[in-house]
């Protein structure tokens, strides 16, 4: 799945008027991946979640509803209707099991997956679509509001918190990329794309940890910042905030911090960074902007850092836990 992010990312960096090799043959290929290739995809892995190969199928079918019946990229209503056709033919698989009679099996697999394919998409182009195309004109009023308030740093109040909950996917893949092609189209950029994406506040997340953390986990911190900052699965971080719920301040600190810069300095990535690592920031980013983009990871780093240690105490509890053990006074059994 994250492979057909990645090369539409690159396809879109390299290929756009833009980009760093503009060719409108092969820009051709954008408009085509984000609205229809990937919320299929999407669709199909959401159902082949739910009910396997026969609710991938019908997944990606439905999705296909909310596709015609939207003008924007439908990455959230394929997260919803492609688990949902799946559901509802897990539902009717479950209702017919042994009922149906020998040499009708194949008919009748066929056939439902079929109809409820179809059903659901129909269902998507008629009122899934225009709704969720509805919420997506509604966060897209609100994302351009925090641009043009000068606010947009207090995005990262609702998005660090939602990430650590898992909650990661759908808003980069449901809300800010839609809302960031749409920015692509008209300015070749965007800043949106940054807003979840910076491996920046996860990095300082567990420099922190590594330094200052509790002595148990500081030996698992290095292979955690390897796996988000290079591999970009900013998951691997998230129990470390849930495990201490008040270092979401520092989250939301270095989200905070690092947009700041981003908007200081007029950077914007071309596509989505996905996965969100250093090497996906890099491979989107338009020709002359490095210095923002990795100001800004730096800096949400730094931010993150410091604000993380304090809330770890710099390491003061994990060093007087010891002390306090070697202090205790001995015991020597009593004579009878």
């Known amino acids: 799945m994250n492979g057909a992010f990645i090369a539409w990312g ?34 199909y892995t959401g159902g082949r979640m739910v009910h396997g190969q026969r609710g991938a199928v019908v997944g990606a079918v439905a999705t296909m509803g909310v596709v015609v019946g939207a003008e924007v990229p439908m990455f959230l209503g394929a997260m919803i209707i492609g688990p949902l056709a799946a559901y509802l033919l897990k539902l009717f698989d479950g209702a017919v099991k042994d009922r149906v009679r020998a040499g009708f099996e ?24 225009p709704i969720i195309e509805k919420v997506t004109e509604v966060a897209g009023d609100a994302a351009n ?8 740093p207090l995005a990262s109040v609702v998005i660090e918190p939602a990430k650590v909950l898992f909650l990661n996917n759908a808003i980069n893949h ?34 922190a940890y590594f330094f200052f953390g509790p002595r148990a986990l500081r030996p698992s911190a290095p292979a955690a910042i ?34 700041l810069v981003f908007i200081a300095t ?16 890099l491979a989107v980013t338009p020709a002359g902007g490095y210095f923002g983009v990795l100001a800004g990871v730096l800096v949400a780093t730094g931010v993150t850092f410091v604000v993380a240690s304090a809330l770890l105490g710099f390491g003061r509890g994990e060093k007087e836990a010891p002390a306090e053990e070697t202090e205790q006074p001995t015991t020597t059994p009593q004579e009878a």
């Open 10 to 43: 690159l396809i879109t960096a390299l290929f756009i008027p833009s980009g760093w090799i503009p060719n409108e043959m092969f820009a051709g290929l954008v408009d085509p991946m984000i609205k229809v290739l990937l919320p299929v995809l999407i669709g």
């Open 145 to 152: 509001w925090l641009v043009t308030a000068n606010v947009l």
């Open 174 to 207: 449901g809300v800010l990329t839609p809302l960031g092609a749409a920015q692509v189209a008209k300015a070749g950029e965007s800043i949106l794309f940054m807003l979840e994406t910076n491996p920046g506040p996860g990095l300082g997340l567990l420099l």
């Open 106 to 129: 194949m008919l009748v697999d066929n056939f439902s997956a079929g109809i409820i394919g179809g059903a659901v998409a129909l269902l998507g182009v008629w009122g899934i679509g």
């Open 226 to 259: 390897i796996i988000h900052f290079f591999g970009g699965i900013h998951e691997i971080y998230f129990p470390y905030v849930l495990m201490k719920p008040r270092l979401i301040l520092a989250m939301i600190a270095g989200g905070a911090s690092g947009i």
């Open 266 to 281: 007029g950077s914007g990535l071309v596509a989505s960074p996905a996965p969100g690592s250093i090497f996906a920031y």
